[in-house]
């Protein structure tokens, strides 16, 4: 039998485990600056402990190892990829990147995915496990400790769907912006979801000040059945209404994903259907340059076709931008780097 994932403890709970093993309740505070602020990987680390109380954790308690086995730096922009190794040998990857308002981390919430949208590597595989709140916030702690700076903003958009695994990273998002962990902002974090309807509803209860982002990518029912396997389940009407109460509950701007994959979904008929869906609403568009993997044959369009889709989105009052891209000379699609050693694993 494992020992307790003590990273995945919040700060009441591990005042509760403390309490359990006799220890007094000021020892809790101890030992989460020690995991969430200082970021130790070791209980040997927390030195105003004492032997005794050290040996008593390493008996009962494990601090679950995220390891880094690859690291790619663009040449191109200050963006950096990180491949990490989990304790069952799994791997998830993680992007940092660099602006001048500050560092941003993209982190996974799943190993794999079982979403199946058609453009995404990240699906290939389907999905192995749900990722742990202590694995969430490894990510994020490894890269801090690699690049020696702090992280200020996170999004939840690398490989997996963080609303398949709810109650993980509920508990994620309440410890990454703990007063007495890192204390990021809830502001400053963004969850992307592929439109999973009663979980969007239950987040919208939830009484924190995340930024959704739906990834839409059709226009229409029809065309977001072609690219995404959840629409059969839940209709484009219904995930709308979901976005309008998330925005209702908690009065934060919905942004929409849309990727733009050449003859797809860039045509006269899907900036009518995207006019029409997002005229009446509070929310931004984040138009994405589909990233083409080789498992699929889509194709990124031009440039010129990129900028023409959003002036024409802008002169119907829609408001957008274009992601910029980042880290193209590097495996930057979500799931490339995890993919490519996979393969390199199999072939050996």
């Not at 389907?126 to 200020?152: A, F, H, V």
């Not at 219904?238 to 309008?244: K, P, S």
């Not at 408001?319 to 193209?328: A, L, P």
Request: hydrophobic share 30%; charged share 30%.
């Amino acid at each position: 039998m494992r020992k307790k994932d003590i990273c995945s403890c919040t700060y009441k709970e591990l005042q509760m485990e403390m309490q359990e093993i006799g220890e007094k309740p000021f020892r809790a505070k101890q030992i989460y600056e020690w995991l969430h602020v200082k970021l130790a990987g070791e209980f040997d680390e927390m030195t105003n402990l004492s032997k005794a109380l050290r040996q008593k954790l390493e008996e009962q308690y494990e601090i679950r190892k995220v390891s880094m086995i690859d690291r790619q730096i663009s040449k191109m922009d200050p963006t950096e990829k990180f491949l990490f190794e989990l304790y069952d040998g799994n791997m998830v990857e993680s992007v940092l990147m660099k602006y001048n308002y500050g560092n941003s981390v993209c982190i996974s919430s799943q190993v794999g995915c079982r979403m199946g949208c058609r453009f995404c590597a990240s699906t290939i595989g389907g999905k192995l496990r749900d990722l742990t709140p202590s694995e969430m916030l490894g990510q994020i702690y490894q890269i801090q400790k690699i690049c020696g700076e702090r992280i200020s903003n996170i999004v939840v958009m690398g490989t997996g769907e963080p609303l398949d695994n709810y109650d993980n990273f509920l508990k994620f998002v309440h410890m990454i912006s703990d007063e007495h962990g890192l204390h990021i902002s809830q502001r400053n974090i963004t969850a992307s979801t592929c439109g999973i309807v009663p979980n969007m509803k239950r987040l919208a209860e939830e009484g924190l000040q995340i930024t959704l982002a739906l990834s839409l990518h059709g226009s229409s029912q029809q065309k977001r059945q072609e690219l995404m396997p959840i629409a059969k389940k839940y209709e484009l009407s219904e995930v709308l209404e979901a976005c309008d109460y998330y925005f209702e509950k908690t009065g934060r701007r919905i942004t929409f994903e849309y990727s733009l994959v050449q003859g797809v979904n860039d045509t006269q008929e899907d900036l009518k259907g995207l006019v029409d869906i997002m005229k009446n609403r509070n929310c931004h568009m984040n138009l994405i340059p589909v990233n083409p993997i080789k498992e699929r044959n889509f194709r990124k369009p031009s440039r010129k076709n990129a900028l023409e889709f959003k002036n024409k989105l802008e002169h119907n009052g829609i408001n957008v931008t274009i992601r910029r891209e980042r880290g193209s000379d590097i495996d930057g699609a979500c799931g490339q780097l995890r993919r490519r050693h996979i393969e390199s694993q199999e072939e050996n």
